[in-house]
């Protein structure tokens, strides 16, 4: 299958790489139909971090189901589905407290999985044709019938929406208020919309 990946600091390039297959019972294959690139990746592609060479980047994931391992029993050949940025088992200690970033069983030397990213693990990335999803019955968004009509909305549940939203969580945005986003990047502007969500009154960007 032909996928993005990378060569060394700035230098990134679309080549045949070994086709993504189920490793483990509970993974399911999807065909990637979005990916998007995001600023994390900059991370590593202006070469900043410990990123192997010749890895597959994407973190940022949609697409179909196309296959399906025998210990799945959620997730369906054919299902659209939003992959979260974290790779999370959904049963470890960490998991078990919503910490999915920093999961125990994620394949990686310190807690915590991502697909196609530095010190997080083995796992390749979506800017390719197709991705391995580990336990996929936790990690697959199962999308609802308008998944294709709206692909680019729903593709921004990967990362950039719920980290844009986060911060309102952090912050702990309530109706009425007024709030500041400092960067008006693709993030600080989903804060903004999110501030809005909570019911802010004023929000400046
Ligand atoms: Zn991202
Ligand atoms: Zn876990």
């Known amino acids: 299958m032909k996928a993005l990946v990378y060569e060394g600091p700035r230098d990134v390039a ?3 790489v070994p086709d993504a297959r189920i490793e483990r019972p509970t993974d399911v294959i999807v065909k990637v139909t979005s990916t998007n690139i995001c600023g ?3 991370h590593m592609y202006e070469g900043r971090t410990t990123m192997e060479t ?17 210990g799945v029993d959620r997730v369906k050949a054919g299902d659209i589905v939003c992959l979260p940025f974290n790779v999370g088992c959904g049963f470890c200690a960490n998991c078990e407290r919503g910490f999915t970033g920093f999961c125990l069983s994620a394949d990686s030397d310190t807690p915590g999985g991502a697909y196609g990213f530095a010190a997080m693990g083995t796992y390749a990335g979506g800017q390719a044709e197709y991705l391995r999803v ?9 999308l609802p019938e308008d998944a294709a009509e709206k692909e ?3 593709v921004m549940l990967a990362d950039i929406f719920p980290t844009g939203y ?13 709030v500041v986003v400092y960067g008006g990047g693709p ?3 989903m804060a903004a919309y999110s501030a809005y969500l909570r019911g802010a009154s004023q929000v400046l960007v």
């Open 14 to 16: 679309v080549v045949d």
């Open 40 to 42: 994390s990746d900059l």
């Open 54 to 70: 010749g890895r597959t980047l994407g973190h940022e994931n949609l697409g179909e189901v196309v296959e399906v391992g025998g």
């Open 134 to 142: 580990p336990w996929a019955d936790f990690n697959c968004l199962v």
């Open 152 to 154: 680019n909305d729903y």
């Open 166 to 178: 986060h911060a309102t969580e952090l912050a702990a945005v309530s109706p009425g208020e007024s």
């Open 187 to 189: 993030v600080g502007l």
